[in-house]
């Protein structure tokens, strides 16, 4: 029940206790990178790359885990993972195309509230310009098949944008 840590409890343990207190195993990028990349071709590891990736865990999640824990066992520095970091995401890639395997790079995605956006400002342009056409006359919309009214075209509601709540204490910094 009370086994979170006490607060400053991390003050008063040994210091370089952890790994990556300590200086880092591989302290420039190459020696970093050449030994991920000796790591990442061990079979066993290509099998777990590659039915990571079959399973949905897209690329750029699976590089920074692999850094993290590099970083977590003193391997390198947070600063030597930022620099190689591209350099195994484009090794991954290419492992991946090379086997033929579908996976998700996780960069290029937009999320579902700019898709909900697009939607509802095309729907609102769309609904504009039947509605100018319908007022020019320069459209006949009294075809034989379907007829689309006004009332049956559903213009979705605006969005609500949620209000970022700044801090308001005494202590809470402002804009300076």
Known sequence: MFSAPI?????TSEP???????????????????WHMDRLQEPEKVKAIAGLL????DVVTLTEGLLRSAVLDGRHSIDVSL????????YIVGTADAAGLNYNEGMDETSADEVDVNYTIRSREAA???????ETGEVDFDMESE???????????????PVENKPMG??????V
Do not use: C, Y
């Open 83 to 90: 620099l190689i970091g591209p350099i195994i995401h484009e």
């Open 128 to 134: 504009e310009i039947l509605k100018e056409l319908k």
């Open 16 to 34: 370089k206790n952890v790994p990556w207190e300590n200086p880092p195993q591989f302290p420039d990028p190459e020696s970093a990178l050449l």
């Open 147 to 161: 007829e689309t009214t006004e009332e049956e075209i559903e213009v979705p509601e605006e969005i609500e944008v």
């Open 7 to 11: 607060p400053g409890q991390s003050l």
């Open 170 to 175: 005494l202590m809470s910094r402002g804009e």
């Open 54 to 57: 079959t399973l949905g865990l």
